[in-house]
Nanobody
Framework: QVQLVESGGGSVQPGGSLRLSCAAS????????MAWYRQAPGKQRELVAA???????NYADSVKGRFTISRDNAKNTVYLQMNSLKPEDTAVYYC?????????WGQGTQVTVSS
């Protein structure tokens, strides 16, 4: 069992930056993969970035070079640093944990990018 709580969302102008945090209720060092997804109005939820237990990362093409996923095992926290934000990044961002036998989700945090 793992509970996930996202934070750090908000409103920002195009070109701005935000850092999202996902705090887990237990150690994440043994979790196979942690990931960030997002869902914009009228669209399906999509994978934004993922990081495995060995540190390997994967990013959606739309965010490569702008977003960085990282992990702090001591804090049981995963981060998503978002730079050069665009209006199309507007969505609810969800933290996901995949320990290999289940799928856990946070409640989401809103990110709005507009002038």
């Amino acid at each position: 069992q793992v509970q996930l709580v996202e934070s750090g969302g908000g409103s920002v102008q195009p070109g701005g930056s935000l850092r999202l945090s996902c705090a887990a209720s237990r150690s994440i060092s043994g979790i196979y993969a942690m990931a960030w997804y997002r869902q914009a109005p009228g669209k399906q939820r999509e994978l934004v970035a993922a990081i495995t237990s060995d540190g390997s990362t994967n990013y959606a093409d739309s965010v490569k070079g702008r977003f960085t996923i990282s992990r702090d095992n001591a804090k049981n926290t995963v981060y998503l640093q978002m730079n050069s934000l665009k209006p199309e990044d507007t969505a609810v961002y969800y933290c996901n944990a995949d320990p290999g036998y289940a799928d856990y989700w946070g409640q989401g945090t809103q990110v709005t990018v507009s002038s």
